[in-house]
């Protein structure tokens, strides 16, 4: 499943004279230090009234200084962050997790992002940045969810300790083995949403994933936006899905569209499953190098949360170095002295 296109947002030409001062004031800042920079990350659209997860980012904060981070929406979209940041060290970025609950009619919104800089003795400095392009909330009408309720759907049910590592749309038959014999040599079992017409056309590769100890799960039956299809429609793509064996039976709703509203996650409900998105997001889509996908898994980035204790990573078997990158991701989850799911537990 690919995540959908992301809202970058560029710098606004603020705070000008307090960035000056900061420059010129802090003498462990280095004469040739770049400027701090926010920017705003999130999906591109969901419906109207749904619930959205973003990122609000400063890149290259000066050393010292305590960093808060907040985001917000215009035309009526709420927005509350919660949670620590979490600073990549590879990428001089420091982020934190805001969602955005769209109002109930369709249009577009500018999301905005805030950073305030402090340290004792020098003054405070503040820098704001913009999505050049609108967040449209589009499709089906539908409410949003409560921040536990939206926390809940992007750990899937996940009541234990371990990571969980999940393998969305299927792959080819040398990345889906390469991927199970990575995962069998450390013990670790994966969890694996194939999408119904996939699951069809490989019926050897469904019986290799379920004979390896692994599980399976509802990625619907072609791959469609959720947040655009009426009820009745919804259901039937759950129909024609893969039939899950996680306990509880989790659907994982296609570019994440829809997966924090509650009427797919009411829908989904209905058919019997429980509405999964993810925690941390490897963007393996993209077709990045194995080192970097370790590296958002380690530290997170502008894009998406690290890695944490019960957390649900989210790849593609359609990964250009997926399968060859798997045990960096593996290695990077226990570096930082997390578990995963054991293959028989």
């Known amino acids: 499943m690919a995540p959908y296109r992301l809202l970058r947002s560029a710098v606004l030409p603020t705070a000008v004279a307090a960035v000056a001062a900061l420059l010129t004031s802090a003498p462990a800042m280095p004469a040739a230090a770049a400027a701090p920079t926010v920017t705003v990350q999130g999906p591109q659209y969901d419906s109207p009234g749904a619930?959205?997860?973003?990122?609000?980012?400063?890149?290259?904060?000066?050393?010292?200084?305590?960093?808060a981070l907040t985001a917000s929406a215009d035309r009526g979209a709420r927005t509350v962050c919660t949670g620590a940041t979490w600073a990549n060290p590879v990428r001089g970025t420091v982020s934190r997790r805001c969602y955005v609950t769209l109002p109930r009619t369709r249009g577009s919104h500018v999301l905005a992002g805030r950073a305030v800089l402090t340290r004792s003795g020098s003054p405070t400095?503040?820098?704001t940045g913009r999505g050049p392009r609108a967040l449209r909330a589009e499709g089906v009408v539908t409410d949003g969810l409560t921040l536990a309720a939206a926390q809940a759907v992007e750990g899937c049910g996940n009541a234990t300790q371990h990571v969980q590592l999940t393998f969305d749309d299927g792959g080819s038959a040398s990345s889906i083995r390469s991927i199970l014999?990575?995962?069998r040599r450390n013990g670790v079992r994966g969890r694996f949403f194939p999408t119904g017409t996939w699951a069809r056309a490989n019926p050897g590769l469904m019986r290799e994933v379920r004979a390896g100890g692994h599980l399976l799960a509802n990625h619907t039956d072609d791959h469609p936006a959720l947040s655009a299809l009426?009820?009745?429609?919804?259901?039937?793509?759950?129909?024609?899905?893969?039939?899950?064996?996680?306990?509880?039976?989790?659907?994982?709703?296609?570019?994440?569209?829809?997966?924090?509203?509650?009427r797919v996650v009411r829908i989904a409900a209905e058919q019997g499953y429980a509405v999964c998105r993810w925690t941390s997001d490897t963007y393996d889509w993209e077709g990045a190098s194995g080192r970097v996908l370790a590296e958002r898994v380690r530290y997170g980035d502008a894009r998406t949360p690290p890695v944490q204790r019960g957390g649900v990573v989210l790849m593609h078997g359609t990964g250009r170095h997926t399968a060859d990158g798997l045990q960096g991701i593996i290695d990077a989850v226990r570096a930082k002295g997390l578990s995963l799911e054991p293959l028989r537990p």
Not at 51 to 66: E, L, M
């Open 51 to 67: 619930t959205v997860p973003v990122v609000v980012t400063v890149t290259d904060p000066p050393s010292g200084y305590a960093v």
């Open 230 to 262: 009426g009820d009745a429609a919804v259901a039937a793509q759950l129909r024609r899905g893969v039939a899950a064996t996680t306990r509880p039976k989790l659907l994982r709703p296609p570019y994440g569209a829809g997966a924090l509203s509650a």
């Open 181 to 183: 014999g990575t995962l």
């Open 125 to 127: 400095v503040t820098v």
